[in-house]
Nanobody, 127 residues
Framework: QVQLRESGGGSVQAGGSLLLSCFAT????????MGWFRQAPGTEREGVAV???????DFADAVKDRFTISKDNAKNILFLHMKSLKPEDTGTYYC?????????????????????WGQGTQVAVSS
């Protein structure tokens, strides 16, 4: 069974950086689409970024040029590198996985399996 555990959240000032980690078990990066979502209080989860099984990256417009993804294949860890953080980046960040390609609808939480989400890590960006 896929298990995902996020870490690395925290509180930073606007303009700062954070590195989130997702420790994945029962996941092979070359077979799974891996993604990051976030959810601010009172809002729906929104797709932030994905790493497709062929290595292709895709990002939400709101984070392009500020966030990127990397991975450690040996340790099965997915990273979300966040820089130039803004207060609107505040929220709970989730790691998520699904077998196969990410597809064009990856930004919609409903397209991901409900049992393939981590517990989330909190990010707070102050102005």
């Amino acid at each position: 069974q896929v298990q995902l555990r996020e870490s690395g959240g925290g509180s930073v000032q606007a303009g700062g950086s954070l590195l989130l980690s997702c420790f994945a078990t029962e996941v092979t990066f070359g077979i799974y689409c891996m993604g990051w979502f976030r959810q601010a209080p009172g809002t729906e989860r929104e797709g932030v970024a994905v790493l497709d099984r062929d290595g292709k990256l895709d990002f939400a417009d709101a984070v392009k040029d500020r966030f990127t993804i990397s991975k450690d294949n040996a340790k099965n860890i997915l990273f979300l590198h966040m820089k130039s953080l803004k207060p609107e980046d505040t929220g709970t960040y989730y790691c998520v996985a699904k077998r196969g390609s990410c597809g064009t609808q990856w930004r919609e939480a409903a397209t991901w399996e409900t049992n393939s989400w981590g517990q989330g890590t909190q990010v707070a960006v102050s102005s």
